[in-house]
């Protein structure tokens, strides 16, 4: 059975660090692209960051240089690391485990971070 289950998420002030993991079973986490994505409260979700099979990384435009994703297959987890978080990052957080030899995705159900003071 196929889970994906993110956690960290919680409340850091503006400026603050959060560290955020994606922890897989159920496929073979090493042949995913492993993707970040972010929902703000009352918008549509958007892509963050993703690294795929290869390691290869890339970063949307609004967190380039301040966030930092990464994978160990071995253990089948991702990190992201989060710096310098203002307001606008505050939203829910997924992973996602993608596919795109046989197109299969997977969904983590969110993490929350809330960036306040």
């Known amino acids: 059975q196929v889970q994906i289950v993110e956690s960290g998420g919680g409340l850091v002030e503006p400026g603050g660090s959060l560290t955020l993991s994606c922890a897989a079973s159920?496929?073979?986490?090493?042949?995913?692209?492993i993707r970040w994505f972010r929902q703000p409260p009352g918008k549509a979700r958007e892509l963050v960051a993703v690294?795929?099979?290869?390691?290869?990384?890339s970063y949307g435009d609004s967190v380039k240089g301040r966030f930092t994703i990464s994978r160990d297959n071995a253990e089948s987890t991702s990190t992201l690391v989060m710096t310098s978080l203002t307001p606008s990052d505050t939203a829910v957080y997924y992973c996602?485990?993608?596919?795109?030899?046989?197109?299969?995705?997977?969904w983590g159900q969110g993490t929350r971070v809330t960036v306040s003071s």
């Open positions: 996602n485990a993608y596919s795109p030899i046989v197109d299969l995705t997977y």
């Open positions: 159920g496929f073979i986490f090493r042949n995913y692209d």
């Open positions: 690294i795929d099979s290869a390691g290869s990384r």
